[in-house]
Protein backbone atom coordinates (compact mmCIF):
# COMPACT_ATOMS: atom_id res chain seq x y z
CA UNK A 1 0.00 0.00 0.00
CA UNK A 2 3.36 2.05 0.45
CA UNK A 3 4.29 1.61 -2.73
CA UNK A 4 1.09 3.49 -4.22
CA UNK A 5 1.89 6.79 -2.77
CA UNK A 6 5.13 6.40 -3.47
CA UNK A 7 5.57 5.85 -6.87
CA UNK A 8 2.75 8.62 -7.77
CA UNK A 9 5.15 10.86 -5.59
CA UNK A 10 8.39 9.79 -8.21
CA UNK A 11 5.95 11.01 -11.15
CA UNK A 12 5.09 13.75 -9.43
CA UNK A 13 8.31 14.65 -8.91
CA UNK A 14 9.85 13.73 -12.61
CA UNK A 15 6.98 15.80 -13.80
CA UNK A 16 8.06 19.04 -12.05
CA UNK A 17 11.00 18.28 -13.04
CA UNK A 18 10.28 18.11 -16.78
CA UNK A 19 7.80 20.83 -16.40
CA UNK A 20 10.28 22.89 -15.19
CA UNK A 21 12.99 22.20 -17.09
CA UNK A 22 10.38 22.80 -19.99
CA UNK A 23 9.87 25.97 -18.97
CA UNK A 24 13.77 26.91 -18.78
CA UNK A 25 14.01 25.95 -22.17
CA UNK A 26 11.01 27.91 -23.36
CA UNK A 27 12.47 30.94 -21.76
CA UNK A 28 15.66 30.28 -23.83
CA UNK A 29 14.27 30.33 -26.70
CA UNK A 30 12.47 32.95 -26.38
CA UNK A 31 15.44 35.22 -24.90
CA UNK A 32 17.14 33.68 -28.37
CA UNK A 33 14.43 35.40 -30.58
CA UNK A 34 15.15 38.72 -28.04
CA UNK A 35 18.36 38.67 -28.90
CA UNK A 36 18.30 38.10 -32.72
CA UNK A 37 15.46 40.68 -32.70
CA UNK A 38 18.01 42.54 -31.08
CA UNK A 39 20.65 42.13 -33.54
CA UNK A 40 17.99 43.07 -36.50
CA UNK A 41 16.80 46.39 -34.74
CA UNK A 42 17.25 48.05 -31.35
CA UNK A 43 17.49 46.74 -28.21
CA UNK A 44 17.08 49.15 -25.35
CA UNK A 45 19.32 46.89 -23.49
CA UNK A 46 22.09 47.89 -25.36
CA UNK A 47 21.18 51.44 -26.28
CA UNK A 48 21.36 53.18 -22.66
CA UNK A 49 23.86 55.47 -23.38
CA UNK A 50 22.44 57.04 -26.79
CA UNK A 51 19.26 57.06 -24.34
CA UNK A 52 20.87 58.99 -21.53
CA UNK A 53 22.42 61.59 -24.64
CA UNK A 54 18.74 62.29 -26.15
CA UNK A 55 17.49 62.88 -22.60
CA UNK A 56 20.12 64.96 -21.89
CA UNK A 57 19.42 66.56 -25.16
CA UNK A 58 15.96 67.33 -24.60
CA UNK A 59 16.50 69.21 -21.54
CA UNK A 60 18.83 71.19 -23.50
CA UNK A 61 16.14 71.90 -26.11
CA UNK A 62 13.43 72.50 -23.90
CA UNK A 63 16.06 75.05 -22.04
CA UNK A 64 16.61 76.80 -25.16
CA UNK A 65 12.88 77.11 -25.33
CA UNK A 66 12.05 78.62 -22.40
CA UNK A 67 14.62 81.19 -22.30
CA UNK A 68 13.85 82.00 -25.78
CA UNK A 69 10.05 82.34 -23.85
CA UNK A 70 11.97 84.74 -20.98
CA UNK A 71 12.55 87.67 -23.21
CA UNK A 72 9.36 87.24 -25.16
CA UNK A 73 6.45 85.77 -23.66
CA UNK A 74 5.37 88.76 -21.56
CA UNK A 75 5.57 90.77 -24.92
CA UNK A 76 4.14 88.08 -27.54
CA UNK A 77 1.03 87.19 -24.88
CA UNK A 78 1.04 89.16 -21.69
CA UNK A 79 -1.53 91.95 -20.53
CA UNK A 80 -0.36 94.45 -22.30
CA UNK A 81 1.31 92.12 -25.21
CA UNK A 82 0.28 91.38 -28.84
CA UNK A 83 -1.96 89.03 -28.01
CA UNK A 84 -3.15 88.94 -24.38
CA UNK A 85 -3.48 85.11 -23.36
CA UNK A 86 -6.05 86.36 -20.76
CA UNK A 87 -8.36 88.00 -22.96
CA UNK A 88 -8.26 84.77 -25.51
CA UNK A 89 -9.12 82.21 -22.71
CA UNK A 90 -11.17 84.41 -21.76
CA UNK A 91 -13.22 84.08 -25.06
CA UNK A 92 -12.33 80.64 -25.17
CA UNK A 93 -14.56 80.07 -21.64
CA UNK A 94 -17.56 81.96 -23.58
CA UNK A 95 -17.34 80.01 -26.86
CA UNK A 96 -16.93 76.65 -25.70
CA UNK A 97 -17.33 76.97 -21.56
CA UNK A 98 -14.59 75.74 -19.15
CA UNK A 99 -14.40 71.51 -19.35
CA UNK A 100 -14.50 72.20 -23.24
CA UNK A 101 -12.16 75.38 -23.60
CA UNK A 102 -9.81 73.92 -21.06
CA UNK A 103 -9.19 70.92 -23.43
CA UNK A 104 -9.58 73.18 -26.26
CA UNK A 105 -6.81 75.55 -25.03
CA UNK A 106 -4.56 73.22 -22.44
CA UNK A 107 -2.75 75.97 -20.20
CA UNK A 108 -2.34 76.53 -16.50
CA UNK A 109 -3.26 80.27 -17.19
CA UNK A 110 -6.45 79.45 -16.93
CA UNK A 111 -5.64 80.15 -13.52
CA UNK A 112 -3.42 83.44 -14.39
CA UNK A 113 -2.58 84.94 -17.05
CA UNK A 114 -0.53 87.82 -15.45
CA UNK A 115 2.90 88.70 -16.06
CA UNK A 116 4.04 87.15 -13.41
CA UNK A 117 2.36 84.15 -13.74
CA UNK A 118 3.69 84.16 -17.68
CA UNK A 119 7.50 84.49 -16.15
CA UNK A 120 6.67 82.42 -12.86
CA UNK A 121 6.19 79.43 -15.78
CA UNK A 122 8.86 79.97 -17.78
CA UNK A 123 11.08 80.14 -15.06
CA UNK A 124 9.83 76.65 -13.60
CA UNK A 125 9.93 74.69 -16.91
CA UNK A 126 13.74 76.06 -17.20
CA UNK A 127 14.43 74.95 -13.66
CA UNK A 128 13.38 71.78 -14.71
CA UNK A 129 14.80 71.63 -18.21
CA UNK A 130 18.33 71.96 -16.48
CA UNK A 131 17.53 69.30 -13.90
CA UNK A 132 16.97 66.95 -16.78
CA UNK A 133 19.81 67.71 -18.44
CA UNK A 134 21.62 67.37 -14.77
CA UNK A 135 19.76 63.88 -14.66
CA UNK A 136 18.19 64.22 -11.54
CA UNK A 137 13.93 62.79 -11.57
CA UNK A 138 14.24 62.72 -15.44
CA UNK A 139 10.30 61.21 -15.64
CA UNK A 140 9.49 64.37 -13.24
CA UNK A 141 11.80 67.01 -14.91
CA UNK A 142 9.92 65.87 -18.69
CA UNK A 143 6.73 66.13 -17.00
CA UNK A 144 6.70 69.68 -15.63
CA UNK A 145 8.88 71.06 -18.64
CA UNK A 146 6.15 69.38 -20.89
CA UNK A 147 3.52 70.75 -18.87
CA UNK A 148 4.84 74.65 -18.89
CA UNK A 149 5.79 74.44 -22.27
CA UNK A 150 2.33 73.40 -23.45
CA UNK A 151 0.33 75.73 -21.23
CA UNK A 152 2.51 78.66 -23.47
CA UNK A 153 1.63 76.50 -26.83
CA UNK A 154 -2.33 76.43 -25.48
CA UNK A 155 -2.63 80.53 -25.13
CA UNK A 156 0.20 81.67 -27.41
CA UNK A 157 -2.40 81.42 -30.87
CA UNK A 158 -0.47 82.28 -33.81
CA UNK A 159 2.31 82.42 -31.91
CA UNK A 160 2.55 78.62 -31.73
CA UNK A 161 1.80 77.96 -34.81
CA UNK A 162 5.06 75.92 -35.84
CA UNK A 163 5.35 72.59 -36.33
CA UNK A 164 8.70 72.85 -34.06
CA UNK A 165 6.32 73.03 -31.34
CA UNK A 166 4.38 69.80 -32.13
CA UNK A 167 7.49 67.70 -32.35
CA UNK A 168 8.72 69.27 -29.02
CA UNK A 169 5.57 67.92 -27.02
CA UNK A 170 5.57 64.70 -29.00
CA UNK A 171 8.82 63.72 -28.45
CA UNK A 172 8.41 65.09 -24.42
CA UNK A 173 5.30 62.67 -23.65
CA UNK A 174 6.98 59.88 -25.78
CA UNK A 175 10.55 60.57 -23.89
CA UNK A 176 8.22 60.06 -19.88
CA UNK A 177 8.00 56.49 -21.06
CA UNK A 178 11.25 56.27 -22.12
CA UNK A 179 13.00 58.02 -19.37
CA UNK A 180 14.14 55.60 -15.87
CA UNK A 181 12.44 55.95 -12.76
CA UNK A 182 13.65 57.16 -9.76
CA UNK A 183 15.50 60.66 -8.50
CA UNK A 184 19.11 59.78 -9.53
CA UNK A 185 18.74 56.93 -12.07
CA UNK A 186 22.52 57.92 -13.99
CA UNK A 187 22.34 54.98 -17.00
CA UNK A 188 19.22 53.46 -15.74
CA UNK A 189 20.44 49.85 -16.05
CA UNK A 190 17.86 49.00 -13.15
CA UNK A 191 15.58 50.40 -15.77
CA UNK A 192 15.60 50.13 -19.60
CA UNK A 193 13.32 50.99 -21.67
CA UNK A 194 11.26 49.00 -23.42
CA UNK A 195 10.94 49.06 -27.27
CA UNK A 196 7.65 50.97 -27.90
CA UNK A 197 8.54 54.11 -26.53
CA UNK A 198 12.15 53.79 -28.70
CA UNK A 199 10.12 52.86 -31.67
CA UNK A 200 7.53 55.52 -31.42
CA UNK A 201 10.43 58.54 -30.64
CA UNK A 202 12.25 57.20 -33.77
CA UNK A 203 9.14 56.77 -35.87
CA UNK A 204 8.69 60.68 -34.61
CA UNK A 205 12.01 61.11 -36.63
CA UNK A 206 10.76 59.02 -39.67
CA UNK A 207 7.61 61.09 -40.02
CA UNK A 208 9.28 64.28 -40.03
CA UNK A 209 11.37 63.71 -43.10
CA UNK A 210 9.47 60.89 -44.93
CA UNK A 211 6.03 63.18 -44.63
CA UNK A 212 8.27 66.54 -45.93
CA UNK A 213 9.32 64.45 -48.64
CA UNK A 214 5.58 63.29 -49.67
CA UNK A 215 4.34 66.68 -49.22
CA UNK A 216 6.61 68.01 -51.69
CA UNK A 217 5.19 65.56 -54.25
CA UNK A 218 1.66 66.12 -53.53
CA UNK A 219 2.15 70.30 -53.48
CA UNK A 220 2.70 70.16 -57.19
CA UNK A 221 5.22 72.53 -56.30
CA UNK A 222 6.51 74.13 -59.77
CA UNK A 223 10.40 74.47 -58.19
CA UNK A 224 10.86 70.74 -56.76
CA UNK A 225 9.78 69.39 -60.01
CA UNK A 226 12.30 71.63 -61.94
CA UNK A 227 14.76 71.37 -59.47
CA UNK A 228 15.52 74.92 -58.63
CA UNK A 229 13.45 74.97 -55.43
CA UNK A 230 16.87 75.27 -53.61
CA UNK A 231 18.18 78.11 -56.03
CA UNK A 232 16.84 80.56 -53.59
CA UNK A 233 15.88 78.82 -50.35
CA UNK A 234 18.94 80.08 -48.44
CA UNK A 235 17.82 84.01 -49.02
CA UNK A 236 13.91 83.41 -48.32
CA UNK A 237 13.29 81.22 -45.44
CA UNK A 238 12.57 83.32 -42.28
CA UNK A 239 16.38 83.82 -40.78
CA UNK A 240 18.76 83.22 -43.19
CA UNK A 241 22.57 83.11 -42.04
CA UNK A 242 26.19 84.30 -43.58
CA UNK A 243 26.75 80.49 -44.53
CA UNK A 244 23.75 80.30 -46.28
CA UNK A 245 24.92 83.53 -48.63
CA UNK A 246 27.88 82.03 -49.49
CA UNK A 247 26.20 78.68 -50.20
CA UNK A 248 23.68 80.39 -52.60
CA UNK A 249 26.09 83.19 -54.19
CA UNK A 250 29.36 81.33 -54.32
CA UNK A 251 27.98 77.32 -55.88
CA UNK A 252 26.58 77.12 -59.49
CA UNK A 253 22.66 75.94 -60.03
CA UNK A 254 24.13 72.53 -60.55
CA UNK A 255 25.22 71.76 -57.59
CA UNK A 256 21.46 73.34 -56.12
CA UNK A 257 20.26 70.82 -58.21
CA UNK A 258 21.80 68.16 -57.21
CA UNK A 259 20.76 68.97 -53.64
CA UNK A 260 17.18 68.84 -54.62
CA UNK A 261 17.64 65.39 -55.66
CA UNK A 262 19.61 64.61 -52.55
CA UNK A 263 16.31 66.19 -50.48
CA UNK A 264 14.09 63.32 -52.03
CA UNK A 265 16.27 60.81 -52.19
CA UNK A 266 16.98 61.49 -48.14
CA UNK A 267 13.45 61.89 -46.93
CA UNK A 268 11.71 59.23 -49.23
CA UNK A 269 14.37 56.61 -49.24
CA UNK A 270 17.05 57.09 -47.02
CA UNK A 271 15.06 57.36 -43.93
CA UNK A 272 13.65 53.57 -44.23
CA UNK A 273 17.29 52.36 -42.72
CA UNK A 274 15.62 53.22 -39.46
CA UNK A 275 13.98 50.15 -39.33
CA UNK A 276 16.46 47.84 -41.22
CA UNK A 277 19.68 46.00 -39.02
CA UNK A 278 22.26 47.61 -37.62
CA UNK A 279 24.67 48.24 -40.57
CA UNK A 280 22.25 50.53 -41.60
CA UNK A 281 20.79 52.17 -39.26
CA UNK A 282 24.59 53.34 -38.33
CA UNK A 283 24.55 54.26 -42.33
CA UNK A 284 20.96 56.92 -41.73
CA UNK A 285 22.67 57.88 -38.74
CA UNK A 286 25.97 59.57 -40.28
CA UNK A 287 24.35 60.62 -43.05
CA UNK A 288 20.95 62.37 -40.64
CA UNK A 289 23.82 63.95 -38.61
CA UNK A 290 25.57 65.48 -41.92
CA UNK A 291 22.47 66.98 -43.48
CA UNK A 292 21.28 68.34 -40.56
CA UNK A 293 24.65 69.98 -39.03
CA UNK A 294 24.22 71.57 -43.06
CA UNK A 295 21.11 72.90 -42.82
CA UNK A 296 22.28 74.28 -38.83
CA UNK A 297 24.55 76.16 -40.29
CA UNK A 298 22.39 77.99 -43.28
CA UNK A 299 19.73 78.69 -42.18
CA UNK A 300 17.90 79.31 -38.67
CA UNK A 301 14.83 76.91 -37.54
CA UNK A 302 14.97 77.39 -34.14
CA UNK A 303 15.11 74.00 -32.52
CA UNK A 304 13.42 72.10 -35.14
CA UNK A 305 16.69 71.06 -36.58
CA UNK A 306 18.28 70.29 -33.02
CA UNK A 307 15.34 67.85 -32.13
CA UNK A 308 15.74 65.81 -35.03
CA UNK A 309 19.40 65.78 -34.91
CA UNK A 310 19.63 64.50 -31.41
CA UNK A 311 16.66 62.13 -31.81
CA UNK A 312 18.67 60.41 -34.81
CA UNK A 313 21.06 59.57 -31.76
CA UNK A 314 18.53 56.81 -30.64
CA UNK A 315 19.65 55.22 -33.96
CA UNK A 316 22.85 54.07 -33.10
CA UNK A 317 24.11 51.79 -29.59
CA UNK A 318 26.61 51.44 -26.59
CA UNK A 319 29.14 49.70 -29.03
CA UNK A 320 29.03 51.91 -31.65
CA UNK A 321 29.47 54.83 -28.90
CA UNK A 322 32.28 52.55 -27.70
CA UNK A 323 30.97 53.34 -24.23
CA UNK A 324 30.26 50.22 -21.76
CA UNK A 325 26.97 49.83 -20.18
CA UNK A 326 25.99 47.48 -17.25
CA UNK A 327 24.06 44.83 -17.94
CA UNK A 328 20.43 45.43 -17.98
CA UNK A 329 17.68 42.87 -17.91
CA UNK A 330 14.66 42.83 -20.34
CA UNK A 331 11.82 44.88 -19.62
CA UNK A 332 7.79 44.68 -20.75
CA UNK A 333 5.51 47.95 -21.62
CA UNK A 334 2.74 47.84 -19.24
CA UNK A 335 -0.55 47.65 -20.63
CA UNK A 336 -1.43 50.95 -19.41
CA UNK A 337 2.02 52.59 -21.24
CA UNK A 338 0.92 49.95 -24.27
CA UNK A 339 -2.40 51.71 -24.94
CA UNK A 340 -1.09 55.33 -24.24
CA UNK A 341 1.72 55.24 -26.97
CA UNK A 342 -0.54 52.17 -29.45
CA UNK A 343 -3.59 55.50 -28.98
CA UNK A 344 -0.46 58.15 -30.30
CA UNK A 345 0.50 55.49 -32.57
CA UNK A 346 -2.68 55.33 -34.38
CA UNK A 347 -3.41 58.76 -34.44
CA UNK A 348 0.10 59.45 -36.39
CA UNK A 349 -1.13 57.03 -38.95
CA UNK A 350 -4.62 58.69 -39.62
CA UNK A 351 -3.43 62.17 -39.99
CA UNK A 352 -0.55 61.43 -42.41
CA UNK A 353 -0.33 63.49 -45.71
CA UNK A 354 -2.53 61.40 -48.01
CA UNK A 355 -4.32 58.97 -45.63
CA UNK A 356 -6.72 61.07 -43.31
CA UNK A 357 -8.79 62.34 -46.31
CA UNK A 358 -9.72 58.45 -46.84
CA UNK A 359 -10.24 57.52 -43.13
CA UNK A 360 -13.98 57.85 -42.25
CA UNK A 361 -14.83 60.39 -39.45
CA UNK A 362 -15.37 58.11 -36.35
CA UNK A 363 -12.23 57.07 -37.28
CA UNK A 364 -10.44 60.44 -36.77
CA UNK A 365 -11.39 60.66 -33.46
CA UNK A 366 -8.57 59.56 -31.71
CA UNK A 367 -6.96 61.84 -33.81
CA UNK A 368 -8.96 64.42 -32.93
CA UNK A 369 -9.15 64.29 -29.39
CA UNK A 370 -5.58 64.33 -29.15
CA UNK A 371 -5.04 67.43 -31.62
CA UNK A 372 -5.31 70.52 -28.73
CA UNK A 373 -1.82 68.75 -27.34
CA UNK A 374 -0.07 68.82 -30.10
CA UNK A 375 1.41 64.74 -29.37
CA UNK A 376 0.28 63.01 -32.58
CA UNK A 377 1.09 65.55 -35.37
CA UNK A 378 1.05 65.66 -38.75
CA UNK A 379 4.56 66.59 -40.32
CA UNK A 380 5.80 68.19 -43.33
CA UNK A 381 8.40 70.88 -44.00
CA UNK A 382 8.53 72.99 -47.08
CA UNK A 383 5.49 71.57 -49.44
CA UNK A 384 5.87 74.62 -50.86
CA UNK A 385 8.91 77.10 -51.83
CA UNK A 386 9.01 80.93 -51.28
CA UNK A 387 10.01 82.56 -54.21
CA UNK A 388 10.22 86.31 -52.59
CA UNK A 389 11.38 87.58 -49.50
CA UNK A 390 9.81 90.49 -47.98
CA UNK A 391 10.43 91.74 -44.58
CA UNK A 392 7.81 94.00 -42.49
CA UNK A 393 9.41 97.28 -41.07
CA UNK A 394 7.40 99.03 -38.09
CA UNK A 395 8.00 102.61 -38.33
CA UNK A 396 7.15 105.47 -36.05
CA UNK A 397 6.85 109.29 -36.71
CA UNK A 398 5.78 112.36 -34.21
CA UNK A 399 4.68 114.76 -37.44
CA UNK A 400 3.48 112.17 -39.96
CA UNK A 401 6.43 113.13 -42.82
CA UNK A 402 9.81 112.28 -41.20
CA UNK A 403 10.09 108.27 -40.04
CA UNK A 404 12.16 106.08 -37.95
CA UNK A 405 12.16 102.13 -37.98
CA UNK A 406 11.97 100.36 -35.07
CA UNK A 407 15.24 98.05 -35.35
CA UNK A 408 14.80 94.54 -35.23
CA UNK A 409 16.90 92.08 -33.09
CA UNK A 410 17.24 89.16 -35.77
CA UNK A 411 15.56 89.89 -39.01
CA UNK A 412 17.51 91.33 -42.07
CA UNK A 413 16.67 94.66 -41.94
CA UNK A 414 19.96 96.90 -42.27
CA UNK A 415 21.28 95.45 -45.69
CA UNK A 416 24.89 96.05 -44.53
CA UNK A 417 24.55 94.03 -41.68
CA UNK A 418 25.55 90.28 -41.70
CA UNK A 419 22.50 87.75 -40.93
CA UNK A 420 23.97 86.00 -38.22
CA UNK A 421 23.39 82.44 -36.79
CA UNK A 422 21.04 81.83 -33.74
CA UNK A 423 19.66 78.89 -33.62
CA UNK A 424 18.03 77.12 -31.14
CA UNK A 425 17.07 80.44 -29.88
CA UNK A 426 13.11 81.16 -31.29
CA UNK A 427 12.39 84.78 -31.94
CA UNK A 428 8.65 84.12 -32.29
CA UNK A 429 7.64 87.48 -32.73
CA UNK A 430 9.71 88.21 -36.01
CA UNK A 431 9.73 84.55 -37.47
CA UNK A 432 5.61 85.34 -37.36
CA UNK A 433 6.81 88.84 -39.47
CA UNK A 434 8.43 86.67 -42.05
CA UNK A 435 4.98 84.30 -42.36
CA UNK A 436 2.77 87.68 -42.28
CA UNK A 437 4.59 89.32 -45.13
CA UNK A 438 3.82 86.30 -47.39
CA UNK A 439 -0.23 86.96 -46.92
CA UNK A 440 -2.44 90.35 -46.43
CA UNK A 441 -2.76 91.94 -43.05
CA UNK A 442 -6.48 91.20 -42.79
CA UNK A 443 -5.19 87.72 -42.26
CA UNK A 444 -2.86 88.44 -39.58
CA UNK A 445 -4.67 90.88 -37.86
CA UNK A 446 -1.46 90.60 -34.43
CA UNK A 447 0.04 93.42 -36.84
CA UNK A 448 -2.04 95.93 -36.60
CA UNK A 449 -2.41 94.95 -32.95
CA UNK A 450 1.26 95.94 -32.77
CA UNK A 451 1.34 98.96 -34.13
CA UNK A 452 -1.46 100.01 -31.58
CA UNK A 453 0.89 98.55 -28.59
CA UNK A 454 3.52 100.90 -30.46
CA UNK A 455 1.54 103.71 -30.53
CA UNK A 456 0.74 102.79 -26.53
CA UNK A 457 4.22 102.75 -25.87
CA UNK A 458 3.67 99.18 -24.15
CA UNK A 459 7.20 98.00 -22.89
CA UNK A 460 6.72 94.88 -23.20
CA UNK A 461 5.83 95.05 -26.87
CA UNK A 462 9.22 97.64 -26.99
CA UNK A 463 11.36 94.87 -25.79
CA UNK A 464 10.79 92.48 -28.64
CA UNK A 465 12.69 95.53 -30.49
CA UNK A 466 16.90 96.18 -30.26
CA UNK A 467 15.96 99.27 -28.97
CA UNK A 468 12.89 102.07 -28.51
CA UNK A 469 13.92 104.90 -31.33
CA UNK A 470 11.38 106.75 -28.90
CA UNK A 471 12.69 106.66 -25.70
CA UNK A 472 10.69 110.39 -24.75
CA UNK A 473 7.33 108.89 -25.33
CA UNK A 474 5.26 106.89 -28.00
CA UNK A 475 5.25 108.57 -31.42
CA UNK A 476 1.80 109.55 -32.55
CA UNK A 477 1.94 108.20 -36.30
CA UNK A 478 2.63 104.09 -36.12
CA UNK A 479 2.87 102.36 -39.75
CA UNK A 480 4.09 98.95 -41.05
CA UNK A 481 5.96 99.11 -44.27
CA UNK A 482 7.05 96.10 -46.38
CA UNK A 483 10.07 95.92 -48.37
CA UNK A 484 11.59 93.18 -50.74
CA UNK A 485 15.04 91.77 -50.07
CA UNK A 486 17.62 89.62 -51.92
CA UNK A 487 21.17 88.98 -51.66
CA UNK A 488 23.44 91.08 -52.76
CA UNK A 489 25.39 89.60 -55.56
CA UNK A 490 29.44 88.77 -55.12
CA UNK A 491 30.24 91.85 -56.83
CA UNK A 492 27.82 93.65 -54.83
CA UNK A 493 28.99 92.41 -51.80
CA UNK A 494 32.89 93.22 -53.06
CA UNK A 495 31.72 96.75 -54.10
CA UNK A 496 30.37 97.98 -51.11
CA UNK A 497 30.29 95.61 -48.45
CA UNK A 498 26.24 94.84 -48.11
CA UNK A 499 24.99 91.45 -47.62
CA UNK A 500 21.71 92.54 -48.89
CA UNK A 501 19.65 94.95 -51.57
CA UNK A 502 16.32 96.06 -50.92
CA UNK A 503 13.37 97.70 -52.55
CA UNK A 504 10.51 99.54 -50.26
CA UNK A 505 6.91 97.75 -51.89
CA UNK A 506 4.09 100.10 -49.88
CA UNK A 507 2.47 100.07 -46.54
CA UNK A 508 1.49 96.47 -45.45
CA UNK A 509 -0.86 97.49 -43.23
CA UNK A 510 -3.08 100.66 -42.18
CA UNK A 511 -1.37 104.06 -40.72
CA UNK A 512 -2.46 104.66 -37.39
CA UNK A 513 -2.92 107.86 -35.53
CA UNK A 514 -3.18 108.87 -31.96
CA UNK A 515 -4.89 112.28 -32.03
CA UNK A 516 -7.90 113.61 -29.78
CA UNK A 517 -10.38 111.20 -31.36
CA UNK A 518 -8.12 108.32 -30.39
CA UNK A 519 -6.73 105.97 -32.76
CA UNK A 520 -7.75 106.07 -36.35
CA UNK A 521 -6.43 104.68 -39.66
CA UNK A 522 -4.95 107.74 -42.19
CA UNK A 523 -5.32 106.89 -46.09
CA UNK A 524 -6.91 104.07 -47.86
CA UNK A 525 -6.40 100.85 -46.70
CA UNK A 526 -3.36 98.90 -48.19
Not at 206 to 235: C, N, P
Not at 280 to 286: E, G, S, Y
Not at 319 to 342: C, E, N, Q, Y
Amino acid sequence: MKLVPALFTGTSRRSRSAETTGQVLAEAHLEDRRTHWGSWWIDPRRALWPRWIWLRALGLIFLSAFYSLAFQITGLIGPRGILPAGQYLGEVHRAFGLAKGVWFAPSVFWISASDRALLAVTLMGAIASILLVLNVAPRICIAVAGACFLSFVGAAQDFASYQSDGMLLEAALISFFLAPRGLRPRLGAADPSSRLPLFLLLWEWFRIYFESGVVKLLSGDLQWRTLTAMDHYYENGPLPTWVGWYVQQRLPHGFHAFTVLLIFLFELAIVWFAFLPRRFRLICFCLATSFQLAIILTANYAFLNYIVLCLGVLLVDDRFLRLSAPAAAVKRTPWPTRIALGWILYATVVVAPGISPLVAQPLLWPAIALEPFRVANRYGLFAVMTTDRYEIEFQGSRDGVSWTAYPFRYKPQEPMDAPGIYAPYQPRFEWNLWFASLGEWRSYSWVLRTELRLLEGSPAVLRLFAQNPFPEGPPTWVRAVRWQYWFSTVEEKRASGAWWRREERGLYAPELHAGGRGVEAVGPLP
